[in-house]
């Protein structure tokens, strides 16, 4: 297959036309901005510097994150703060769905820190939280974009039983890549992360970063080990350097090659896949609910 161009963002350290987004407007961006104060909530829209925060709070929705704002892992593409984080707040998950509730979203995304040094990587905490977000507002889907648990398969279970619709927890890279992208991970860990959500029966969701440096082989290949391990919904989009202490971006990725990369991953077996530059993973996160188990 012959690959389409990319851009060096060596040669071109101006980002191209499509990857410029709008500054974040508008009466509904407000309204989620007082919210998320007042509940001295973290979103991971603000965490993880997402392009796309004006837009998706501008529709008032947004993407939760609890246990902190501080991980325990040291990623080298992620902007979250790196550290010890403090004791977790057990009267989070009824600030969670008491904000839910008043924004009245139909669709809630809910991600966390990755919390390593709890035995139980934070589940029991997970589990309330969509407990409550499910008992104040039964009608809204809920997305759960959980963490690593390094193997805690007791652990994983608490996470995704309490009656979430989508789970996702993000490859973010290629095989090759791992090492660099995420040092305290592991591709087969995860991809087993997956299978075992889906055997418990669970819509499952994962996301790729692009423009690090790997080939379209590459890609492929991450595609065929998540088809054959049960994923159900792709997101691809481009990595965009959050600091100067971060991994630079390799390359900028060109619209047409994501659009490739969607055909491929229908033909792959995928039930669904969200492909463009701006993409993120919670990104038109509505739209999975409903993908076919």
Same mark, same amino acid.
């Given at each position: 297959?012959? =690959?389409?161009?990319?851009?060096?963002?060596?040669?071109?350290?101006?980002?191209?036309?499509?990857?410029?987004?709008?500054?974040?407007?508008?009466?509904?961006?407000?309204?989620?901005?007082?919210?998320?104060?007042?509940?001295?909530?973290?979103?991971?829209?603000?965490?993880?510097?997402?392009?796309?925060?004006?837009?998706? *709070?501008?529709?008032?929705?947004?993407? /939760?994150?609890?246990?902190?704002?501080?991980?325990?892992?040291?990623?080298? /593409?992620?902007?979250?703060?790196?550290?010890?984080?403090?004791?977790?707040?057990?009267?989070?998950?009824?600030?969670?769905?008491?904000?839910?509730?008043?924004?009245?979203?139909?669709?809630?995304?809910?991600?966390?820190?990755?919390?390593? =040094?709890?035995?139980?990587?934070?589940?029991?905490? *997970?589990?309330?939280?969509?407990?409550?977000?499910?008992?104040?507002?039964?009608?809204?889907?809920?997305?759960?974009?959980?963490?690593?648990?390094?193997?805690?398969?007791?652990?994983?279970?608490?996470?995704?039983?309490?009656?979430?619709?989508?789970?996702?927890?993000?490859?973010?890279?290629?095989?090759?890549?791992?090492?660099?992208?995420?040092?305290?991970?592991?591709?087969?860990?995860?991809?087993?992360?997956?299978?075992?959500?889906?055997?418990?029966?669970?819509?499952?969701?994962?996301?790729?970063?692009?423009?690090?440096?790997?080939?379209?082989?590459?890609?492929?290949?991450?595609?065929?080990?998540?088809?054959?391990?049960?994923?159900?919904?792709?997101?691809?989009?481009?990595?965009?350097?959050?600091?100067?202490?971060?991994?630079?971006?390799?390359? /900028?990725?060109?619209?047409?090659? /994501?659009?490739?990369?969607?055909?491929?991953?229908?033909?792959?077996?995928?039930?669904?896949?969200?492909?463009?530059?701006?993409?993120?993973?919670?990104?038109?996160? =509505?739209?999975?609910?409903?993908?076919?188990?």
């Amino acid at each position: 297959m012959i =690959e389409l161009p990319v851009i060096s963002s060596g040669q071109n350290k101006k980002k191209p036309d499509w990857l410029r987004v709008k500054l974040p407007v508008g009466k509904e961006y407000l309204k989620v901005r007082m919210l998320v104060d007042e509940y001295k909530l973290h979103t991971i829209c603000e965490s993880g510097n997402c392009p796309n925060m004006g837009e998706c *709070w501008g529709a008032g929705t947004a993407t /939760f994150m609890i246990l902190g704002n501080v991980c325990t892992r040291s990623c080298s /593409f992620c902007a979250v703060a790196t550290g010890k984080p403090n004791e977790y707040d057990t009267d989070e998950p009824r600030r969670v769905a008491e904000a839910v509730k008043l924004m009245g979203v139909k669709h809630c995304v809910i991600t966390s820190v990755n919390r390593d =040094e709890l035995k139980d990587r934070g589940a029991e905490i *997970w589990h309330q939280t969509v407990v409550e977000v499910k008992k104040l507002s039964p009608e809204t889907t809920i997305e759960t974009l959980i963490p690593d648990v390094k193997g805690n398969w007791d652990a994983l279970i608490t996470m995704i039983n309490p009656g979430q619709e989508v789970v996702s927890h993000n490859m973010e890279t290629v095989k090759r890549l791992y090492r660099m992208v995420r040092p305290q991970a592991k591709y087969e860990r995860s991809l087993e992360q997956i299978k075992r959500t889906r055997e418990f029966g669970k819509r499952t969701k994962s996301g790729i970063m692009l423009g690090l440096g790997e080939t379209e082989a590459e890609v492929f290949e991450a595609m065929d080990d998540l088809a054959a391990n049960g994923l159900h919904v792709l997101t691809l989009g481009q990595y965009l350097q959050p600091t100067k202490m971060h991994l630079e971006v390799a390359e /900028f990725i060109h619209p047409d090659q /994501f659009a490739k990369y969607k055909e491929e991953g229908l033909k792959r077996g995928l039930k669904y896949v969200e492909s463009g530059p701006l993409v993120r993973s919670s990104y038109h996160a =509505e739209r999975h609910v409903n993908v076919p188990i």
